[in-house]
């Protein structure tokens, strides 16, 4: 494997490989001082590893464990991007080996290029992490969903009425009915008001009466004096 300018997936450079006796190489770089965290190692890799068992491995060594993942080469041009995911735990910085190891036989040929080690996530810190859920209060937990009554809109109804009190009101409407037809009709009274309006009209009459009286003999003893 050399740096070369051969087709790179980004950039100028690139590390490069091609044998034409059988392959098996490893390439690795140590990062220092890492805080903890979660990690993802991306690569992009690509061409042909010849032979019955090829083997192209993306790797990360922390301390005793290993964390790795392989890539199927599918020929030029055509980049696998492996990714390595792995968690820092702990107080105290760490250092970890990342490696790319390479196994086919004669004429296998390929490129290796944009390596990153990214930090994806920063854990949460003791007091975040030690919080409890909210404990919902028995109240809540005891209090019964309040049912709503369906009104007349929702169960599109024109009345609360049951089929039994319309057919009753219905009876009662024909019975009623029924006996203002058999009823005689009685006869329009005139509206007369109260008691003493009453006694003022027949008071007025009476005086009327009276008036119509004294005017009728005063013109019978005028024409009798005439006579004589």
Same mark, same amino acid.
């Given at each position: 494997m050399?740096r070369?300018w ?7 450079w690139s ?5 034409e ?6 390439a690795?770089q140590v ?9 993802q190692?991306i690569?992009s ?9 090829p083997?192209?491995?993306?790797r990360?060594k ?7 993942t392989g ?9 696998q991007t $492996?990714? =390595? ?6 107080? @105290?910085?760490?250092n970890? *080996?990342?490696? %790319? !190891?390479?196994?086919g036989?004669?004429g ?7 390596i990153?080690?990214i930090?994806?996530?920063?854990p949460?810190?003791?007091s975040?992490?030690?919080t409890?859920?909210?404990e919902?209060?028995?109240s809540?937990?005891?209090t019964e $969903?309040e =049912?709503?009554k369906?009104?007349?809109?929702d @169960?599109?109804?024109?009345? *609360?009425?049951? %089929? !039994?009190d319309?057919k009753q ?14 009823e ?5 009274l005139p509206k007369?008001?109260?008691r003493g ?10 005086l ?9 003999? @005063? ?8 006579d004589?």
């Amino acid at each position: 494997m050399s740096r070369s300018w051969d087709d790179p997936a980004e950039g100028t450079w690139s590390l490069h490989f091609y044998s034409e006796q059988a392959i098996h190489s490893v390439a690795s770089q140590v990062i220092s001082n890492l805080t903890v965290g979660t990690y993802q190692l991306i690569a992009s890799i690509q061409g042909e590893l010849k032979g019955n068992e090829p083997k192209a491995m993306l790797r990360v060594k922390v301390g005793d464990d290993i964390y790795e993942t392989g890539a199927t080469l599918d020929g030029w041009r055509n980049w696998q991007t $492996p990714i =390595v995911q792995f968690e820092l735990t702990g107080d @105290t910085t760490k250092n970890v *080996t990342i490696e %790319i !190891e390479l196994q086919g036989d004669a004429g296998s040929w390929g490129t290796i290029d944009d390596i990153r080690l990214i930090q994806s996530a920063v854990p949460t810190s003791p007091s975040e992490e030690g919080t409890e859920p909210e404990e919902t209060t028995p109240s809540e937990e005891g209090t019964e $969903p309040e =049912v709503t009554k369906p009104s007349e809109k929702d @169960t599109g109804t024109e009345s *609360t009425k049951s %089929i !039994e009190d319309e057919k009753q009101d219905s009876e009662k409407v024909v019975e009623r009915t029924s006996n203002q037809k058999n009823e005689p009709k009685a006869e329009s009274l005139p509206k007369t008001g109260s008691r003493g309006s009453m006694k003022l009209v027949l008071l007025g009459s009476l005086l009327l009466s009276i008036c119509g009286i004294i005017v009728v003999k @005063t013109i019978i003893a005028r024409k009798s004096r005439v006579d004589g």
